[in-house]
């Protein structure tokens, strides 16, 4: 099935379904928390050779998987083995050079390079202290702690896909790998792309191989930079004993890691000026908390959300319910100071606990690093009264988002009410008369019909939590007249078919921006996509205000992969790029109004 073809006029969808505006506002189906949006000093273990080699034996897996200034090139000044080496603000950086394996092309890399020092647990991150012998950047730094949820057939699954090979984990782990091409123009300062991880607010890590910047880098002519955050409790805990300015330290990491990007970028070669922030899933989401509760002065001019947004999300009746139940659980709820007491808890006994009790964290709204108006600032904003980043905006969809989520779903009612608690039997019944089963194979993207519950509550699930929801953003951003394009991704490969009739899963683009995608058995049009993909996507941080890949505004959507499906072979080709225009748009999106009075409930 092509992408070039327009799409079919599918089933009839009614035209609203007006549940409560108590649409569950945190999802915990499987691994992700989803919303209706939704050590430095010690050594590392693994080394980036070894890493790699682990990688490519694990590449389906992989697949799936963020004082004086001297501003000197990445290989400006070679150390006495000749390994590439900068001066930062914190002391000199030595790194490694190495190959990238598709081109052959050098680049140079700064792995766990501290950004802020080993922060006090539920703290604001703050500045590292200067060292003064050269740090040796040549190995990933630890990751932060994370959170893998039972029961175990699931957990491991995540684990497989999300964390192999796995990273030492740390509450001191605020580093960041920089990614620095060599072979090209190092005379002028280069744009630079800071990647977000995705993981629901519960796990990551900058030393996963399918977040590796090194072939974006080293193809496009641009500084990757992948940052560590601290994740669920440790990033997000919702304690009331924590001053709310301060209640989402996963997000303060973030930027404190872009002003440390504004202050040392320079030494790598990079550009301060020309910083574009990029995320996937909840990455994406951290970059919609940026964009509308911006860092003053601004640390980014332009921004990519992949499959995720941070607009419509609701505030939970007690955002303190999972952190009083932790504390009660860890003996500390009749402690006189019961910060301190959760402080002298061993991380591995709270990790172990929330793991075993699946415990959600979410984002507070704070003013400060998650905007309560978020929506309604965006709409009222204007150039004289910007309320949020006025900066260009890239964001879209996969095809099969929610497959991913769907997968071991039995009873198609029981997982709607899961999304929607307060719905009426009436409303479950129009809902899947919205989505029927049984037509012609294909992802029901074209046909309007599936073929099994795997597709049918796949696409319900996609269309609430991300593909409508990122419609939605990029029509209210060109409402306020700032430069919006919205994309829809739509391919699928034999190589990263991670379960059958995975479609266009959840997180299954990552590999083809950051061109990570597994090199065993890769196909010749998944080789080429990703090349032509990761072009499109640097050259929008290279000049988002010129960018024109396809037309800016509501009137297109450019679909990226031809619509090319893993049961098509390895010798399935397409175009990379389709253009739909309105009309096409309208019909891609016509559930979307189902959803509209939750979404205008929740974005406030």
Same mark, same amino acid.
């Given at each position: 099935?092509? &992408?070039?073809?327009?799409?079919?006029?599918?089933?009839?969808?009614?035209?609203?379904?007006?549940?409560?505006?108590?649409?569950?506002?945190?999802?915990?189906?499987?691994?992700?928390?989803?919303?209706?949006?939704?050590?430095?000093?010690?050594?590392?273990?693994?080394?980036?050779?070894?890493?790699?080699?682990?990688?490519? @034996?694990?590449?389906?897996?992989?697949? #799936?998987?963020?004082?004086?200034?001297?501003?000197?090139?990445?290989?400006?000044?070679?150390?006495?083995?000749?390994?590439?080496? @900068?001066?930062?603000?914190?002391?000199?950086?030595?790194?490694?050079?190495?190959?990238?394996?598709?081109?052959? +092309?050098?680049?140079?890399?700064?792995?766990? !390079?501290?950004?802020? $020092?080993?922060?006090?647990?539920?703290?604001?991150?703050?500045?590292?202290?200067?060292?003064?012998?050269?740090?040796?950047?040549?190995?990933?730094?630890?990751?932060?702690?994370?959170?893998?949820?039972?029961?175990?057939?699931?957990? *491991?699954?995540?684990?497989?896909?999300?964390?192999?090979?796995?990273?030492?984990?740390?509450?001191?782990?605020?580093?960041?790998? !920089?990614?620095?091409?060599?072979?090209?123009?190092?005379?002028?300062?280069?744009?630079?792309?800071?990647?977000?991880?995705?993981?629901?607010?519960?796990?990551?890590?900058?030393?996963?191989?399918?977040?590796?910047?090194?072939?974006?880098?080293?193809?496009?002519?641009?500084?990757?930079?992948?940052?560590?955050?601290?994740?669920? @409790?440790?990033?997000?805990?919702?304690?009331?004993? %924590?001053? %709310?300015?301060?209640?989402?330290?996963? =997000?303060?990491?973030?930027?404190?890691?872009?002003?440390?990007?504004?202050? *040392? %970028?320079?030494?790598?070669?990079?550009?301060?000026?020309?910083?574009?922030?990029? $995320?996937?899933?909840?990455?994406?989401?951290?970059?919609?908390? #940026?964009?509308?509760?911006?860092?003053?002065?601004?640390?980014?001019?332009?921004?990519?959300?992949?499959?995720?947004?941070?607009?419509?999300?609701?505030?939970?009746?007690?955002?303190?319910?999972?952190?009083?139940? +932790?504390?009660?659980?860890?003996?500390?709820?009749?402690?006189?100071?019961?910060?301190? &007491?959760?402080?002298?808890?061993?991380?591995?006994?709270?990790?172990?606990?929330?793991?075993?009790?699946?415990?959600? =964290?979410?984002?507070?709204?704070?003013?400060?690093?998650?905007?309560?108006?978020?929506?309604?600032?965006?709409?009222?904003?204007?150039?004289? *009264?910007?309320?949020?980043?006025?900066?260009?905006?890239?964001?879209?969809?996969?095809?099969?988002?929610?497959?991913?989520?769907?997968?071991?779903?039995?009873?198609?009612?029981?997982?709607?009410?899961?999304?929607?608690?307060?719905?009426?039997?009436?409303?479950?019944?129009?809902?899947?008369?919205?989505?029927? %089963?049984?037509?012609?194979? $294909?992802? $029901?993207?074209?046909?309007?019909?599936?073929?099994?519950?795997?597709?049918?509550?796949?696409?319900?699930?996609?269309?609430?939590?991300?593909?409508?929801?990122?419609? +939605?953003?990029? +029509?209210?951003?060109?409402?306020?007249?700032?430069?919006?394009?919205?994309?829809?991704?739509?391919?699928?490969?034999?190589?990263?078919?991670?379960?059958?009739?995975?479609? @266009?899963?959840?997180?299954?683009?990552?590999?083809?921006?950051?061109?990570?995608?597994?090199?065993?058995?890769?196909?010749?049009?998944?080789?080429?996509?990703?090349?032509?993909?990761?072009?499109?996507?640097? *050259?929008?941080?290279?000049?988002?205000?010129? =960018?024109?890949?396809?037309?800016?505004?509501?009137?297109?959507?450019?679909?990226?992969?031809?619509?090319?499906?893993?049961?098509?072979?390895?010798?399935?080709?397409?175009?990379?790029?389709?253009?739909?225009?309105?009309?096409?748009t309208d019909l891609l999106d016509r559930r979307c109004g189902l959803y509209q009075s939750i979404y205008d409930a929740l974005g406030h």
């Open positions: 099935m092509q &992408c070039s073809r327009p799409p079919g006029s599918g089933s009839r969808v009614p035209a609203a379904l007006h549940f409560a505006a108590k649409a569950t506002t945190s999802y915990q189906l499987g691994q992700e928390q989803l919303r209706p949006t939704e050590l430095w000093r010690a050594r590392r273990v693994t080394r980036f050779d070894d890493r790699h080699k682990m990688a490519r @034996v694990a590449a389906l897996t992989a697949t #799936l998987l963020s004082f004086v200034l001297f501003p000197l090139t990445a290989s400006a000044l070679p150390a006495s083995n000749g390994r590439p080496t @900068v001066t930062i603000d914190s002391g000199v950086v030595v790194g490694i050079t190495k190959t990238e394996n598709s081109t052959g +092309l050098e680049l140079n890399a700064f792995l766990g !390079v501290p950004f802020a $020092g080993q922060p006090v647990r539920w703290g604001p991150p703050k500045s590292p202290v200067p060292w003064t012998t050269p740090f040796d950047a040549s190995e990933y730094g630890p990751a932060c702690v994370q959170q893998f949820n039972y029961p175990a057939a699931r957990r *491991n699954l995540i684990l497989q896909w999300f964390n192999t090979p796995a990273p030492q984990e740390s509450e001191d782990c605020l580093n960041a790998c !920089v990614y620095v091409p060599t072979a090209k123009d190092n005379a002028k300062p280069k744009a630079v792309m800071v990647w977000f991880y995705g993981g629901g607010l519960l796990y990551g890590s900058n030393a996963l191989p399918h977040y590796d910047g090194s072939t974006l880098a080293a193809h496009e002519d641009v500084i990757v930079v992948v940052v560590n955050y601290r994740t669920n @409790v440790f990033g997000f805990p919702g304690s009331p004993q %924590i001053p %709310i300015t301060q209640r989402n330290p996963g =997000w303060l990491d973030q930027r404190l890691a872009l002003e440390w990007v504004q202050r *040392n %970028i320079a030494a790598f070669g990079g550009d301060p000026d020309k910083v574009t922030i990029f $995320g996937e899933s909840a990455g994406a989401q951290s970059v919609d908390a #940026l964009i509308t509760q911006p860092p003053d002065p601004l640390t980014f001019r332009a921004a990519i959300m992949q499959s995720g947004t941070g607009t419509y999300r609701n505030a939970p009746a007690n955002y303190s319910a999972s952190w009083n139940t +932790l504390v009660a659980a860890m003996n500390c709820s009749s402690a006189t100071d019961i910060l301190a &007491c959760m402080r002298a808890v061993p991380a591995t006994t709270i990790k172990s606990y929330n793991e075993l009790n699946r415990l959600p =964290w979410i984002p507070v709204f704070d003013n400060v690093t998650s905007a309560y108006a978020a929506r309604s600032n965006r709409l009222s904003s204007t150039p004289q *009264n910007p309320k949020i980043a006025r900066v260009p905006i890239l964001g879209g969809s996969n095809a099969d988002e929610g497959r991913l989520y769907s997968i071991s779903a039995n009873d198609s009612s029981s997982f709607i009410r899961g999304l929607f608690p307060t719905a009426t039997d009436q409303q479950i019944s129009d809902l899947l008369a919205a989505y029927p %089963i049984g037509g012609p194979p $294909g992802s $029901g993207v074209y046909t309007g019909t599936f073929t099994s519950p795997l597709e049918q509550l796949g696409a319900l699930y996609g269309d609430f939590i991300f593909q409508c929801p990122a419609r +939605l953003v990029h +029509l209210e951003t060109s409402q306020a007249d700032i430069p919006s394009w919205r994309y829809y991704y739509n391919a699928s490969f034999p190589n990263t078919d991670i379960f059958p009739d995975a479609g @266009v899963y959840h997180s299954s683009e990552i590999g083809i921006v950051l061109g990570t995608y597994p090199v065993a058995n890769a196909t010749v049009y998944q080789e080429a996509l990703s090349r032509y993909v990761q072009h499109i996507w640097a *050259n929008f941080a290279k000049d988002p205000f010129n =960018w024109n890949a396809w037309p800016e505004g509501p009137n297109a959507t450019g679909v990226l992969g031809g619509g090319v499906r893993a049961e098509d072979g390895p010798k399935a080709s397409g175009p990379y790029l389709t253009v739909l225009n309105r009309t096409q």
